[in-house]
């Protein structure tokens, strides 16, 4: 199995940035798709940005490209959210979730029922 753990969320004021981190360990091998999903109170579960550690490419859902960035450092097997220019809209609590596809296009299709493990999330709160 794989077990995911999520840290670096906070309040912060609008306009500042935070760097969300998760944490991966057990047998992370058996997926292939890493992926930031939020959900804010009354809202849909969304995603917000997800990578394919096959090819390394990211995918980013409208509202947060070009703020929001998604890297990985293999060496310490943790996959990042760098997210900067905050607003207000952001507030949520964010999960990283993963899972493997047979195709490589199904990891931004952000379709947060197909993901097989979770995080316990992190609570984002812009003010």
């Known amino acids: 199995d794989v077990q995911l753990v999520e840290s670096g969320g906070g309040s912060v004021q609008a306009g500042g940035s935070l760097r969300l981190s998760c944490a991966a360990s057990g047998y992370t091998t058996i997926t292939n798709c890493m992926t930031w999903f939020r959900q804010a109170p009354g809202k849909e579960r969304e995603g917000v940005a997800a990578?394919?550690?096959?090819?390394?490419?990211?995918y980013y859902t409208d509202s947060v490209r070009g703020r929001f960035t998604i890297h990985r450092d293999n060496a310490k097997n943790t996959l990042y959210l760098q997210m900067n220019i905050l607003k207000p809209e952001d507030t949520a609590m964010y999960y990283c979730?993963?899972?493997?596809?047979?195709?490589?296009?199904?990891?931004?299709?952000?379709?947060?029922?197909?993901?097989?493990?979770w995080g316990q999330g992190t609570q984002v709160t812009v003010s």
């Open positions: 979730a993963a899972s493997r596809f047979s195709e490589a296009a199904s990891c931004g299709g952000f379709s947060w029922y197909q993901f097989a493990f």
């Open positions: 990578m394919h550690t096959g090819d390394g490419i990211s």
